[in-house]
């Protein structure tokens, strides 16, 4: 079970902080990045189902872990953004 948080932990730190960073610059990368993780993790969770058995087991939960962390930086950094956005309009 700890290898799968600290997967999670190392995904979601690592794009938040590539999202940081592309968002000083104002690039569409910071959304971009997170959604091309979510879809090479899909990718891995369904590889998963074609390998089978034990390996295929293990692969499917590296692969949703890494899909949570993922889809959980993409939704901070799009809240973020949009925080930020509303603060300038008030």
């Known amino acids: ?9 190392i995904t979601t730190v690592t794009l938040l902080g590539f999202s940081w960073f592309f968002s000083r610059k104002k690039s569409p990368m910071r959304y971009i990045l997170p959604m ?3 879809l090479i993790s899909t990718t891995l969770i369904f590889l998963s189902f074609i390998i089978g058995e ?6 499917g ?11 959980f930086s993409l939704i901070v950094t799009a809240f973020i953004s949009s925080a930020k956005d509303l603060k300038k309009s008030l």
């Open 1 to 9: 079970m700890l290898p799968f948080i600290i997967t999670f932990i």
């Open 36 to 38: 091309i993780v979510v």
């Open 54 to 59: 034990w390996e295929g087991m293990g692969i």
């Open 61 to 71: 939960l590296f692969g949703f872990s890494i899909f949570i962390g993922a889809a």
